[in-house]
């Protein structure tokens, strides 16, 4: 679906209205959001260090913070800066996603750019732009073209958020050797270490905040540093030499996120990282296609079957054709396959050179698997595992996309498995270097994947991947991802992923994008026979709660076909919004979504908790007034728990309008899903 304006609006506000002076006479340049509650302020200091605050309602909330560049072959753009021509504007457009948690997004904020010019030396200039939105802000800096700054090697951000009372945060550690599948730790502000965004806090007296980024293109990710007290830095990821950047000017950076919201529901309804990113750049996107589906993967992580060749194979032909069949026989759109081609014998971790992209095991006839799968109307989503040899992978990604696309293979699953800052990218010198996966050079190979695919009507899920920064509104083929602790967890065994992990998701990773997390699990056990930290309830409710345009049915055919009446709600679920609404939660304890199929009128809502027991009341206001709906309830029986009858389900039909409140009864570690058919 093409990118469609529906309305824009532009204005110029009067310089007067935020340059004033401060009481030393320094200049101070001023905004506030289209509603008058957050402000922004950004000045210098007596030494020329520029600085910026945001309060709400008049009450800080990031106490000033700095601003600057560090180089390394340069002095840094810090000290001795005069703040010049602020200029200002406001913008309100709201604009349609081709797919996505709702149809219609508003960008509605105003926007401040500040220039900053060095008052000796080189005199260089920079700006810094700042978007105020009611419900947070974002800036980047924006280096113009000049004489005195052609190139520009960072060594770092100086970059600063103070925030200005204490909190408690949700974070998982920065730069480790397990990328971002961490379990969020919670602590008090002053505990934080080296953390990742996004990061979430809530203050002593309520107020529920996030850092973040928005548009990381051609640039290293950003993690935040605990300096002192409450002041965090920004610290990006290292590159392959002695900048973490490099880049020509002109360019600006990534923007940088601070959420704002009275509630946890606030922070993960809020479109500003999309916002924050250019409009579609691909022109028709129709091609690309949301969908359920089901994987040859689940059994390999149970270790039931294997990726490599051999008696345990799993992905053969015939086992293609059978979950083929099943997903035709159940209205599931697609079937993924992992193992298919050569590599995965022996120590592929280490030696991702060995994979072939093109070439499939003796026993997988991918011609054959292709066509059956075409002529029973299930799309394939091809598999690239790479084990992080990045440079391999792009010496055959053009004859790999163009096989799928002779096949009519529209979505692939790429994968990047290596240890943290063991990525193999090949350098501009031609020698092979060691990177970080969310450093510049891999921001720059999921950029060219995506164009790639796009090339050949190809929709991407990375796994170890790149964090989200909303640039799936300007590559709407980049559908989903991984980049959290996913279902995988569970099949290992211990220690795998706690209750409320889902209910901690929803307000933090999941403030940047869609997450491939793949639930669906009908059976309950690691691959020890241990207990999974769930209910079968719980597991429903997921395909609500954690969006996902590609949303998996992770368990086995013949787990499904054993339990067809709770299978029913996964037929049923959709996975492309007209939109949804956080109806209620807490970080890390509870949350309830309801969300409205694209293009009909039923509704779908899902609640999730963590280890305790919750009865929670629901207003169904999200109902259509004047109309009736049958609501067919999922929900925890009485012996259900993740720690008691894991299968416990009952399913009742009742009718409910807009103006009812349900009372969800949720199980130790379990759920509740429900959808509402419009009558």
């Known amino acids: 679906m093409p990118h469609r304006l529906l309305l824009c609006l532009a204005v110029l506000l009067p310089l007067s209205a935020i340059a004033q002076p401060a009481t030393d006479e320094r200049p101070v340049a001023r ?131 103070v925030v200005a009372e204490p909190a408690t945060a949700w974070w998982i550690p920065a730069q480790e050797w397990n990328r971002k599948e961490y ?162 014998d022996g120590d592929w971790f280490a030696n991702g050179e060995e994979f072939s992209f093109t070439e499939a095991y003796p026993d997988f006839d991918i011609e054959r698997v292709a066509a059956h799968a075409q002529q029973k109307g299930v799309r394939l989503i091809g598999h690239h595992e790479t084990s992080g040899h990045v440079a391999h992978y792009e010496s055959q990604l053009e004859d790999a996309f163009d096989l799928y696309r002779r096949l009519g293979i529209d979505a692939v699953k790429t994968g990047y498995v290596a240890d943290g800052g063991q990525a193999k990218v090949r350098a501009a010198d031609g020698t092979l270097r060691q990177a970080w996966h969310e450093g510049q050079a891999m921001s720059r190979h999921h950029l060219k994947v995506i164009a790639e695919a796009a090339k050949r009507r190809i929709g991407v899920n990375p796994h170890e991947p790149i964090k989200d920064s909303g640039l799936r509104r300007t590559y709407p083929n980049w559908m989903t991802r991984e980049g959290a602790r996913g279902m995988e967890y569970n099949a290992w065994g211990e220690p795998g992923n706690p209750p409320g992990h889902e209910a901690t998701l929803v307000f933090t990773r999941m403030l940047d994008g869609p997450f491939d997390f793949t639930p669906g699990v009908f059976s309950m056990r690691t691959r020890s026979g241990g207990r999974i930290a769930t209910t079968l309830a719980k597991q429903l409710a997921l395909y609500v709660v954690i969006y996902s345009p590609l949303q998996m049915a992770v368990d086995l055919p013949e787990n499904y076909q054993a339990n067809l009446p709770a299978f029913r709600f996964i037929e049923d679920v959709p996975v492309d919004w007209e939109d949804s609404r956080v109806v209620a939660g807490e970080i890390g304890e509870f949350a309830v979504i309801a969300r409205r199929e694209r293009g009909g009128d039923d509704w779908y809502l899902g609640a999730v908790t963590d280890g305790e027991a919750r009865e929670l009341r629901v207003a169904l206001s999200f109902l259509e007034e004047g109309r009736s709906y049958t609501a067919r309830i999922y929900r925890d029986g009485p012996d259900a728990g993740w720690q008691g009858d894991q299968t416990d389900l009952e399913i009742e039909e009742r009718t409910v309008a807009a103006g009812d409140t349900l009372t969800l009864r949720l199980a130790p570690g379990g759920g509740q899903a429900i959808q509402f058919v419009a009558e």
């Open 183 to 344: 379990v969020y730790q919670r602590t008090p502000l002053a505990e934080v270490g080296f953390a990742q965004t996004p990061f979430t806090l809530r203050t002593d007296d309520g107020l529920h905040l996030a850092l973040h980024e928005a548009a990381l293109a051609d640039y290293s990710a950003m993690n935040l540093m605990r300096v002192e007290g409450r002041r965090l830095r920004a610290m990006l990821f290292p590159g392959t030499g002695a900048a973490k950047v490099e880049r020509a000017a002109p360019f600006a950076t990534p923007w940088r996120v601070l959420l704002v919201s009275e509630d946890a529901a606030g922070l993960a309804e809020s479109d500003l990282v999309l916002n924050l990113n250019a409009p579609n750049a691909l022109g028709d996107v129709s091609w690309v296609k949301p969908m359920k589906y089901l994987g040859i993967w689940w059994e390999m992580h149970l270790d039931t079957k294997s990726w490599s060749s051999g008696p345990k194979h799993g992905a053969t032909t015939e086992e293609a054709i059978r979950y083929i069949d099943f997903a035709a026989d159940h209205g599931i759109g697609g079937l993924l396959i992992e193992g298919w081609n050569l590599g995965w």
């Open 31 to 161: 905004v506030s959001s289209p509603d008058g509650a957050l402000e922004v302020a950004v000045t210098t200091d007596p030494e020329g260090r520029a600085s910026y605050s945001v309060s709400r309602h008049g009450r800080p909330v990031l106490a000033p913070s700095r601003l600057g560049i560090m180089l390394t072959d340069a002095p840094k753009l810090e000290r001795n800066l005069d703040l010049l021509e602020p200029r200002t504007g406001g913008h309100d457009q709201t604009w349609e996603q081709p797919w996505g948690e709702r149809r219609f997004v508003r960008d509605h904020h105003n926007e401040l750019r500040v220039t900053f010019a060095e008052r000796v030396g080189a005199r260089r200039r920079f700006d810094v732009v700042f978007r105020v939105f009611d419900d947070g802000i974002g800036f980047r800096y924006d280096f113009p073209e000049q004489p005195g700054l052609r190139q520009l090697n960072i060594a770092d951000e100086l970059t600063e958020f």
